[in-house]
């Protein structure tokens, strides 16, 4: 097992937990029980690891991300900031892969843009975005990226609609507005393309 990794009194780090060097914990930063953290990674501040996550080489997590029991985070995977992962979601790296074929050099990137939450025992395919702030349905199978604020479920995963910053369902009205019903916060829709009007520069 590797040496346990203490960075400040803020930062808790359970001891079954397997830590490869060199990467990067942030402050605050919480890794639970039999969780391996591979060399190369970055993970930021204020981040919720749970139980038996695996964070592959080169992963990059930003802060106040939470990620719960039994997720792996493969190379080629970007979380932005306060992205939440779902228990038992799934991340793929490569698109046709044989155990007798090695493709590493193939590998696809994933990025969950900032915000964007990811229901428990959900597939995210290679290769696709998933927007600021959008929503993952429990269960739901990726097969395409999907858009800021966008609501999707299903397999494969269908527009459902669209969500605020705070996760409520949005219905727009004639003029092609709505409004978060609890932060009051104002949503247009243009072209299929969900914007906050009260906070423009949502995006890292």
């Known amino acids: 097992m590797s040496?346990?990794?203490?960075?400040?009194?803020?930062?808790?780090?359970?001891?079954?937990?397997?830590?490869?060097?060199?990467?990067?914990?942030g402050e605050g930063t919480r890794i639970w029980h039999f969780s391996h953290i591979m060399a190369g990674c970055?993970?930021?501040?204020?981040?919720?690891?749970?139980?038996?996550?695996?964070?592959?080489?080169g992963v990059n997590i930003g802060n106040g991300v939470k990620i719960q029991n039994n997720?792996?985070?493969?190379?080629?995977?970007?979380?932005?900031?306060?992205?939440?992962?779902?228990?038992?979601?799934?991340?793929?790296?490569?698109?046709?892969?044989?155990?007798?074929?090695?493709r590493k050099h193939e590998f696809k990137k994933t990025i969950v843009r900032r915000g964007a939450s990811i229901g428990a025992n959900a597939t995210i395919v290679c290769g696709n975005e998933i927007?600021?702030?959008?929503?993952?349905?429990?269960?739901?199978?990726?097969?395409?990226?999907?858009?800021?604020?966008?609501?999707?479920?299903?397999?494969?995963?269908?527009?459902?609609?669209?969500?605020?910053?705070?996760?409520?369902?949005?219905?727009?009205?004639h003029k092609n507005t709505a409004h978060c019903p609890e932060t009051g916060e104002e949503y247009c829709l243009c072209n299929e393309i969900v914007e906050c009007n009260d906070s423009p520069s949502f995006r890292t």
């Not at 400040?8 to 990467?23: A, K, L, N, Q």
């Not at 970055?42 to 080489?57: A, D, L, M």
């Not at 985070?73 to 046709?96: A, K, M, Q, R, W």
């Open 131 to 173: 927007g600021a702030y959008a929503m993952i349905a429990a269960g739901a199978i990726v097969t395409k990226s999907v858009k800021n604020f966008e609501l999707v479920a299903g397999n494969p995963a269908r527009h459902l609609g669209w969500v605020s910053k705070y996760g409520h369902r949005l219905i727009f009205n």
């Open 3 to 25: 040496e346990i990794l203490h960075l400040t009194s803020r930062t808790s780090i359970h001891p079954t937990v397997v830590i490869d060097y060199p990467c990067t914990i």
């Open 71 to 102: 997720v792996s985070l493969y190379t080629g995977v970007e979380c932005e900031h306060d992205v939440f992962v779902g228990p038992s979601v799934v991340f793929t790296n490569v698109i046709n892969p044989r155990s007798f074929v090695e």
């Open 42 to 57: 970055s993970i930021g501040k204020n981040c919720n690891i749970g139980q038996n996550v695996f964070i592959g080489e």
